[in-house]
């Protein structure tokens, strides 16, 4: 059943009791003077009568938002599932993407090393050569060419949907986190200087993730976790799409 909207008219013709009784309690609690045990005995009835009508206000409030609540509920009820499978699928996608793209990253870095150390090797040989054939000079060019040559890409080139033309890049998000069997260990770094004291204050969360990213910013490609003075250290990477 569709709730009912009420109007400013109507929800003012409802309340409107309400709001005389409420000023009419008010005014009654201004002008009272407590000094008998009579004005104590009618103080007993006021506070008794405020809370009824504190209780019927509510009750009359419910009345109107109750359905209203139970109808928002139950739209989010319909849409809930939807947003599940949405976010289930985008997991398991970044997911696949994540794990190819690291590799993918992986291969091209080793692959461009690779390129770097062969050319290295051949300007050196070619160096040699000229130089025992006695022209240092030439030795001296294929050197200084051989420096000045850019090193080989060591990113995969970027590649775009074809529908929407989003391109997708890894994420990599540093954690660090006290786990309680650990807290010993860190709080004694603290003491010695090793660990910032401020991190300690609420375990500061923004303090841990900037040391972690700190720390792990000398861990090989292949290390997604660790420990540092007792404080684990986790690498958290994701898929970025624009």
């Known amino acids: 059943m569709r709730p009912q909207i009420q109007t400013p008219a109507t929800l003012l013709t409802q309340s409107q009791p309400y709001i005389e009784n409420a000023n009419n309690l008010l005014e009654q609690a201004k002008r009272a003077v407590i000094s008998t045990a009579e004005d104590f005995a009618h103080l007993t009835d006021f506070v008794k009568i405020n809370r009824s009508q504190k209780s019927s206000l509510e009750d009359s409030r419910k009345s109107l938002t109750q359905p209203l609540n139970d109808h928002v509920k139950w739209i989010n009820d319909q849409y809930r599932p939807i947003s599940q499978t949405l976010d ?88 660090g986190e006290v786990k309680f069997d650990d ?22 969360k923004t303090v841990m993730n900037a040391l972690a990213k700190q720390v792990g910013a000398d861990w090989p490609e292949d290390q997604d976790d660790g420990k540092y003075h007792g404080m684990s250290v986790k690498r958290d990477v994701g898929l970025a799409v624009r």
Do not use: F, H
Request: proline content about 4%; hydrophobic content about 35%.
């Open 88 to 175: 289930e699928s985008y997991k398991i996608m970044t997911d696949k993407g994540t794990t190819w793209k690291r590799a993918e990253d992986k291969r091209v870095r080793e692959e461009a090393a690779e390129t770097q150390r062969l050319a290295d090797e051949q300007a050196l040989k070619d160096a040699e050569a000229a130089s025992e054939a006695g022209d240092d000079k030439r030795a001296d060019d294929i050197l200084d060419v051989a420096a000045a040559t850019p090193a080989p890409e060591t990113r995969a080139p970027a590649v775009r949907g074809t529908l929407t033309g989003a391109s997708g890049s890894t994420k990599t998000n540093w954690k």
């Open 183 to 204: 807290i010993q260990e860190v709080c004694k770094a603290i003491a010695e200087g090793k660990l910032p004291s401020n991190m300690i204050k609420d375990w500061n």
